[in-house]
């Protein structure tokens, strides 16, 4: 049982923390003062109230009849919603910095209002099939398996890390185009081999490694 089951809280309650509680189907809407939820593995969590209006942390990993988060939840920075079930993300999280959402395989789309975003694990995410071209402060993406994905736009100018295994359908650079997209990519560093994308951690001189390292494979 967690805390919720136990009623170990009160109104001045600032962190939740509910770990593979099957018990728990929602959460009191009293606990006004929430900065951080974090509910792993409550197969039976339905909702989540909005009144939680100072979250800034949430995570809801495997709650798998979990279907929406409420779109008042203005000042999160962090959602985590692995292995979920939600049918959207609301746009109206835009002081995100951190999302991740690994395996939510109904996700077609990423609001472009996450315009802060320093970090997207969205790995798994088999419907996706783009990411927004106004995520200019990206500095890590991980989208393995993604296999509708398509493009990765070049207006990630401060992207520095790009893990896209996976991805049949984004594009195969030639060495001259990779040339091109790695300076609009600034350091970003990363290899194609048969058809998949593998990163390579370093900085330009070892991405002409990984460029030669290419041809050979080739």
Known sequence: MCKICKGDYDKDTTELYCMECTALTTIPDTLVNLTTLHCHNCTNLTSIPDTFVHLTILRVTKC?????????????TMLSCDCTDLTTIPDTFVNLTELYADRYTSLTTIPDTFVHLTK?????????????????????????????????????????????????????????KYEERMERFNEAAWIIQEKFWYPIWGKRRQIKEGLKLLHKID
């Open 120 to 176: 997207l694990i969205c790995n798994g995410c088999t419907s996706l099939t783009t990411i927004p071209d106004t995520f200019v402060h990206l500095k890590k993406l991980w989208c393995m398996g993604c296999i509708s994905l398509t493009c990765i736009p070049s207006t990630l100018v401060n992207l520095r890390t790009l893990v896209c295994s996976g991805c049949p359908y984004l594009p195969q650079c030639d060495p001259d």
């Open 64 to 76: 798998t009849t979990l279907t929406s988060i409420p779109d008042t939840f203005v000042n999160l």
